[in-house]
């Protein structure tokens, strides 16, 4: 069973996590805190969370045991966590591409995915931030907790712990490129529905219509038609 470390306070699990791989025989290894200083969040965003509210957790997994083309594997692990949210709260949990879960239009959890030499052997390291008990969330207006949008309180270190077992027994399954992009187009958050979109500062209308093979967002746009973009590309606005 890959070990768990739960660390007091930390400034970013995903940085931390390389400390506890061992130096002979590199394996598997999780890392969590509910107190996380300066979490790290995609392309270079950081991931604010209130203390003793919320879950950061990271997993690091040698590469060798995942079968899936890097720029799929973000997406798997989106598809992996939306799933253990789903069961756990019998919510509908959505997908905003390529890095947020959704319930009921908010923010509950955001996902890192990085490639990192831990011990000189190559690991994926996944990142969640875990929004649970937190309930006030100042100026970020997309943000919520599994406690705002489902009225539930949950134990951290309990599901923590449910999170962890579900991960590690899921995330080396053999899974092929076309049933992950299958998976998360089905969860697509606003997919097939007319958004409102910015490009390089200009707003207009559009239709998310899926997340092609090479990880791109194809939008039908009302102007330009149908057109792929990369994160940081395009602005979903909601």
Not at 81 to 93: G, I, P, Q, S, Y
Not at 101 to 111: P, T
Not at 115 to 139: A, D, H, M, S, T
Not at 146 to 165: I, K, P, R, Y
Request: aromatic share 8%.
């Amino acid at each position: 069973m890959t070990d768990l470390f739960y660390l007091r306070e930390c400034s970013s699990t995903q940085e931390k996590i390389g400390e506890f791989i061992p130096a002979e025989n590199p394996v598997s290894v999780a890392v969590c805190t509910f107190n996380q200083t300066k979490g790290k969040g995609q392309y270079g965003n950081s991931w604010e969370s209130g203390k003793n509210l919320n879950i950061a957790y990271s997993l690091a997994v040698p590469t060798s045991s995942i079968n899936l083309p890097d720029h799929l594997f973000n997406f798997r692990t989106a598809v992996l966590v939306a799933d253990f949210l789903a069961n756990l709260t019998r919510e509908k949990v959505q997908i905003k591409w390529p890095n947020d879960i959704i319930i009921k239009n908010k923010k509950v959890a955001g996902l890192l995915v990085e490639k990192k030499l831990l011990q000189n052997e190559p690991f994926f390291v996944l990142g969640i931030g875990l929004n649970v008990l937190q309930e006030n969330f100042g100026n970020l207006a997309k943000a919520g907790s599994l406690l705002t949008q489902t009225g539930v309180s949950n134990d951290l270190e309990a599901l923590t712990e449910q999170l962890h077992h579900y991960l590690v027994e899921k995330i080396t399954e053999n899974v092929n490129s076309k049933k992950t992009l299958k998976q998360l187009n089905k969860n697509l958050f606003r997919k097939d529905l007319v958004s409102v979109f910015e490009i390089d500062q200009i707003r207009q209308n559009g239709i998310i219509k899926e997340v092609d093979e090479d990880g791109f967002l194809v939008v039908d746009l009302e102007k330009d038609g149908l057109k792929k973009f990369f994160h940081k590309e395009i602005e979903l606005l909601y």
